[in-house]
């Protein structure tokens, strides 16, 4: 009995399924209504828009030392360029917290703590490698 | 009635494998294809940390200051985002099923990327004539291996990129197309933002005095 209705449940839901693909292949991803990789013409021209702005800026910065302080150019286009980088991901990429159930989120989310952690502890660790290890140094301490 | 039950199971038990049509729900592939990418990103964050490590050791050779062309390298800039805005065209044209339109917007954006690739390769070559070799510097080795693993990626995604128009021109714009177009779709986007740190971290910064 209880075969019969799971087998009954099963092709239900595979007629449902294949019914869909029939009648809407051609939209099979936006039928979720979360499929990535889906954007309207408007997303593509604000996002090129804002990309090409965010990028000749920095351009502009530093091709014509604008701002004149080294750490203050490299800020800004660092600035900039993370900027640039939430546009490609929310106007090109259509990233949200609701693509997937969350979960290209959460994995984005996980990627950028690694690269974060990766990034800075490496930049850190020789860093104070290169300055402790400096010959100066050690005849400083004598 | 226990009898009927297994009669009835056991077809069913059988036919549940061959069910056709049944593929896997669409969205686990376009997860699946993003994990790659967020490892993908893992392996970058990799480079452009030995980068950041050694991207001023010069070893008394040329500094990013002496070689690096910034008229060129915005030339590359905008031929990457430009392409960008063409595969998303050619995305909108794939959602309302246009395949000339979609195979156009395609092409596109591969000589695009080809113009990419192309001077790419051109600065690596008038670098090395100028004897900034990889072997030069630990600058000039962190820096060939980042853009050179960039400039790969790029070259892998146009040879995709024509399979798929091969795939499309043969088929159609079936579904299974639209997802490996979706999944290169991602792939060329997530190149263009890897992109946007070669050029600010690499160049940029690199010019800097």
Not at chain 2, 194 to 199: A, R, S
């Amino acid at each position: 009995m209880s075969g019969s209705t799971t087998r009954d449940n099963h092709g239900h839901g595979h007629g449902g399924h294949h019914g869909h693909g029939a009648h809407h292949g051609d939209a099979h991803g936006d039928a979720h209504g979360d499929a990535m990789g889906h954007g309207t013409l408007r997303d593509y021209l604000i996002g090129f828009l804002l990309s090409v702005i965010l990028t000749a800026v920095a351009f502009w910065l530093v091709m014509y030392n604008v701002l004149g302080k080294t750490n203050l150019t490299a800020i800004a286009i660092m600035a900039l360029a993370a900027a640039q980088i939430i546009v490609h991901m929310i106007y090109f990429l259509h990233m949200n917290t609701k693509s997937e159930g969350g979960w290209t989120m959460l994995a984005a989310i996980f990627t950028i703590v690694v690269v974060v952690i990766t990034l800075s502890g490496s930049l850190w660790v020789m860093y104070h490698l290169n300055t402790n290890m400096m010959p100066g140094h050690l005849l400083d301490l004598r | 009635m226990s009898s009927d039950t297994t009669t009835a199971a056991a077809p069913y038990d059988r036919d549940v494998f061959h069910v056709e049509g049944e593929e896997h729900p669409q969205g686990s592939t376009l997860l699946g294809f993003w994990l790659y990418l967020m490892s993908d990103c893992l392996v970058f964050a990799v480079l452009f940390a030995t980068y950041g490590v050694l991207g001023r050791s010069y070893a008394a050779g040329p500094s990013g200051a002496d070689l690096f062309d910034l008229n060129l390298v915005a030339i590359n800039t905008a031929m990457l985002l430009l392409s960008s805005i063409t595969y998303g065209f050619a995305m909108l044209a794939m959602d309302k099923g246009r395949v000339p339109a979609t195979q156009g917007w395609l092409a596109v954006t591969g000589l695009f990327g080809l113009a990419f690739v192309g001077i790419e390769l051109y600065e690596f070559v008038h670098l090395i004539h100028e004897g900034a070799t990889p072997q030069r510097s630990a600058f000039l080795s962190s820096f060939y291996a980042l853009v050179g693993t960039h400039g790969t990626h790029v070259t892998f995604g146009i040879l995709w990129l024509v399979v798929l128009m091969a795939q499309v021109a043969k088929r159609g714009l079936i579904p299974e197309n639209r997802r490996r177009l979706l999944c290169l779709s991602m792939f060329w986007h997530f190149l263009d933002v890897v992109w946007i740190g070669v050029f600010t971290f690499v160049y940029l910064m690199g010019v800097l005095p």
